[in-house]
């Protein structure tokens, strides 16, 4: 079964701090990396994505930063909020490939 | 905005019911997902179409079932309820393949006592 494999399964970070999370994929078909963020009681809303063609993309405090050779893929938050606290999802996919997600990173942003 | 609206958030069971989940999107989606969410496993997919009276198994079919008879509905069916289905249940859709944004539901969690 193709995996993407998320680590670290919680993490706690000081506000104003940076959030990283990381995640790596076996197959190499994959060209779609995307992120998405769950808050409790809701669906995951995609946060941000990128595709192997860069090796980083920002949005606001949010970046991901791909690659290729090592075929992982980490998402940075820079200045962290208390209102980032919540669930994190990477996942692979593209073409073909079905998309598959890790398992999740619970992220507490204390005040 | 994107609505995928799932018809119960919470959801209780018996072992060997019959359970219907259904989810249905207003964005003329052709790609519609069920995905169960357990905790330390992340989000598996079950099934998911492609068109209308389309469906392919996703990891764990086993145990579920779907239909998709209008486009804009995509059921999940559970045949015979077990406890090992009590799980938190998602929905999602996308305009186009794999590479597209999925947009989820609120999610439906089921207990099977």
């Known amino acids: 079964q193709q995996q993407v494999k998320q680590s670290p399964q919680s993490l706690i970070v000081q506000k104003g701090g940076i959030s990283i999370i990381n995640c790596a994929y076996e197959n190499t078909a994959f060209d779609y990396f995307p992120w998405y963020q769950q808050f409790p009681g809701k669906g995951p809303a995609l946060l941000i994505a990128?595709?192997?063609?860069?090796s980083e993309k920002k949005e606001g405090r949010f970046t991901i930063s791909f690659n290729k050779s090592a075929k992982q893929f980490s998402l940075h938050i820079m200045d962290s909020q208390p209102g980032d606290s919540a669930t994190y999802f990477c996942?692979?996919?593209?073409?073909?490939?079905?998309?598959?997600f890790g398992t999740g990173t619970r992220l507490l942003v204390s005040p | 905005d994107v609505k995928v609206t799932q018809s119960s958030r919470y959801l209780v069971k018996r072992t060997g019911e019959k359970v219907f989940l259904e989810c249905v999107q207003d964005m003329d989606h052709e790609n519609m997902f069920w995905y169960r969410q357990d905790p330390g496993l992340g989000l598996r997919l079950i099934y998911f179409?492609?068109?209308?009276?389309?469906?392919e198994k996703g990891d764990i079919p086993e145990g579920y079932s779907v239909s998709r008879e209008k486009k804009e509905r995509f059921s999940l069916i559970l045949e015979s309820a077990s406890t090992n289905q009590t799980s938190m249940y998602l929905c999602?859709?996308?305009?186009?393949?794999?590479?597209?944004?999925?947009?989820f539901g609120p999610g439906t969690r089921l207990t099977v006592l």
């Open positions: 996942a692979a996919g593209g073409g073909f490939q079905k998309l598959v």
């Open positions: 999602a859709s996308s305009l186009q393949g794999t590479s597209d944004t999925q947009y």
């Open positions: 990128i595709r192997p063609d860069v």
């Open positions: 179409s492609y068109d209308v009276k389309m469906k």
